[in-house]
């Protein structure tokens, strides 16, 4: 995929947004590591801190975690009732 950098929707949305499909459409499974910073700004040409302010959404919204020393990992989502 690629970024609209022209669009209405700042880059570092619209990637948390593709990340985020992603993980709901099982691409990247729950405990699975999520892209590094290097992996994504060679998919996407941005810069990285621009990356970490992607992750940091998926974070905010816990969908992630980090786990030093090994990456950014998706976890377990509560079921809804």
Same mark, same amino acid.
């Given at each position: 995929m690629t970024i609209d950098r022209e669009g209405p929707t700042p880059p570092y949305r619209q990637i948390a947004d593709i990340l985020r499909r992603r993980i709901s459409d099982g691409s990247i499974p729950v405990g699975r590591r999520i892209p590094s910073l290097v992996e994504l700004e060679q998919d996407y040409g941005v810069a990285r801190d621009t990356l970490r302010k992607? $992750?940091? +959404?998926?974070k905010d919204e816990g969908l992630?975690?980090?786990v030093i020393g090994m990456g $950014?990992? +998706?976890v377990a989502?509560?079921?809804e009732d």
């Open positions: 992607a $992750v940091q +959404v998926l992630v975690e980090t $950014v990992f +998706v989502q509560p079921k």
